[in-house]
């Protein structure tokens, strides 16, 4: 058990060390884990409770971390362009044309989607593949 916590604590380390996470999103992923630890402990309705409160709140600091709500210029743009591929600012171009792929792929105009939404879909991919070019320079 100690190695365990041990190897979860290093994860989030290395997390926090390559810019993965925040300091701040921390507490509401020990609050989870911990969380877990009581269910699996027998205290359900606890760990669920615990559970559930770490996902809002880990949720409300990634909408405040990455600017969400910002009004007007590029970065509400891209930020409405995350929020529409469903994807962090953490994420790769990869992660971003994965995730383009299977929302186009559910909203293409040939299998039943429509023509504005699969151009919503691109253009949001193309803004977020340009912006993180621009940062990489």
Excluded at 46 to 65: D, H, P, Q, S
Excluded at 68 to 97: C, P, Q, T, W, Y
């Amino acid at each position: 058990m100690t190695a365990l916590v041990i190897l979860v604590f290093l994860a989030l380390g290395w997390a926090v060390w390559k810019g993965k996470l925040q300091k701040k999103q921390l507490l509401p992923i020990l609050l989870g884990l911990s969380g877990a630890f009581l269910a699996s402990r027998g205290s359900l309705i606890i760990g669920v409770a615990a559970i559930g409160i770490a996902a809002f709140w880990y949720r409300g600091l990634t909408l405040r971390l990455s600017g969400s709500g910002a009004k007007g210029g590029k970065n509400s743009d891209i930020d409405a362009a995350r929020f529409l591929l469903g994807v962090s600012r953490f994420d790769n171009a990869e992660r971003i044309r994965e995730r383009h792929r299977t929302l186009i792929a559910q909203n293409h105009p040939d299998t039943g989607g429509s023509a504005e939404r699969a151009a919503e879909l691109n253009k949001a991919r193309d803004l977020l593949l340009d912006d993180l070019n621009h940062k990489r320079l």
